[in-house]
Every structure is written in structure tokens, then in C-alpha cells.
């Protein structure tokens, strides 16, 4: 899967969790996981995420309509310009009530856009991963 994609089809996303380190500052918990993901990236594609397509969400929404960036991801991925998001866990991606759960799925499910994290590589056209995400 991953192979025919190229680095700038690719976008990262960001955002602090509840279950990071309360001790971190948001700014700390996104430049750690971006070193992470970098990294990810360079080993899996050969090069960085270049800037312009990292995300990074420094609000605290329950919803999508609470979270600018990922209504700004969302509107990419319905473009088709991107073939994968790259994460550093798929709950990062999800917030709030079992309707923008949906919302999300369908978007990468339709838009049939890769949730790339460093262990797996999600396919949610795919039913098991789909189940499994």
C-alpha cells in the first residue's frame, strides 16, 4: 500500500491526548510526537513531512466543529489530494460523540486515505480495519 505513495501526499496530524503526560505542555506532547512520526516518515518514505502539510491542533474540542484543524483536515481529504494522514495513534483523530466518529470513518473510508500510524497502516475501506480502528 504504502509504496506508491510520495511524501507530499501525505499529511501529519497533531494533537494532545488526555492520556498524555499531564505534565507536558501541548507544545512538549506535539514535538514529541512529531520527532516520532518524522522519523516514521523517513524511514517509511524516504524524507520529512514537509511543513506545510503538518497539523497541528492546539484546542481543546469535543467536537469537530470545536477543532479548526481538523475541519481544514477533513476538507483535504475530501480534495483527494491526500493519500494518507499520519498519526501518532488513531484516537488522535477521533473526539467527541459516535456521530463525528462516523464522520471521520467515512471521510478516510471514502476518500479511501490511509491512517498511517508507526505500528500499523489503517485501510478503512477495509471492513476489518475499519472494525479494528
Same mark, same amino acid.
Given at each position: 500500500?504504502?509504496?506508491?505513495?510520495?511524501?507530499?501526499?501525505?499529511?501529519?496530524?497533531?494533537?494532545?491526548?488526555?492520556?498524555?503526560?499531564?505534565?507536558?505542555?501541548?507544545?512538549?506532547?506535539?514535538?514529541?510526537?512529531?520527532?516520532?512520526?518524522? #522519523?516514521?516518515? !523517513?524511514?517509511?518514505?524516504?524524507?520529512?513531512?514537509? *511543513?506545510?502539510?503538518?497539523? +497541528?491542533? %492546539?484546542?481543546?474540542? @469535543?467536537?469537530?466543529? #470545536?477543532?479548526? !484543524?481538523?475541519?481544514?483536515?477533513?476538507?483535504?481529504? *475530501?480534495?483527494?489530494?491526500? +493519500?494518507? %494522514?499520519?498519526?501518532? @495513534?488513531?484516537?488522535?483523530?477521533?473526539?467527541?460523540?459516535?456521530?463525528?466518529?462516523?464522520?471521520?470513518?467515512?471521510?478516510?473510508?471514502?476518500?479511501?486515505?490511509?491512517?498511517?500510524?508507526?505500528?500499523?497502516?489503517?485501510?478503512?475501506?477495509?471492513?476489518?480495519?475499519?472494525?479494528?480502528?
Amino acid at each position: 500500500m504504502q509504496e506508491n505513495i510520495s511524501i507530499n501526499q501525505i499529511i501529519m496530524y497533531l494533537r494532545k491526548s488526555r492520556s498524555d503526560d499531564p505534565c507536558m505542555t501541548v507544545e512538549e506532547v506535539l514535538a514529541r510526537h512529531e520527532r516520532q512520526l518524522q #522519523d516514521y516518515a !523517513v524511514a517509511s518514505f524516504g524524507s520529512p513531512v514537509p *511543513e506545510h502539510h503538518i497539523f +497541528r491542533e %492546539v484546542v481543546s474540542g @469535543e467536537t469537530i466543529a #470545536d477543532r479548526p !484543524v481538523m475541519r481544514q483536515l477533513m476538507h483535504l481529504l *475530501e480534495s483527494g489530494s491526500v +493519500r494518507g %494522514v499520519l498519526v501518532i @495513534e488513531p484516537q488522535r483523530l477521533s473526539r467527541g460523540d459516535l456521530e463525528d466518529c462516523g464522520r471521520i470513518i467515512n471521510a478516510f473510508r471514502y476518500t479511501n486515505t490511509l491512517v498511517l500510524t508507526p505500528p500499523k497502516t489503517y485501510d478503512l475501506s477495509d471492513e476489518y480495519d475499519r472494525k479494528f480502528f
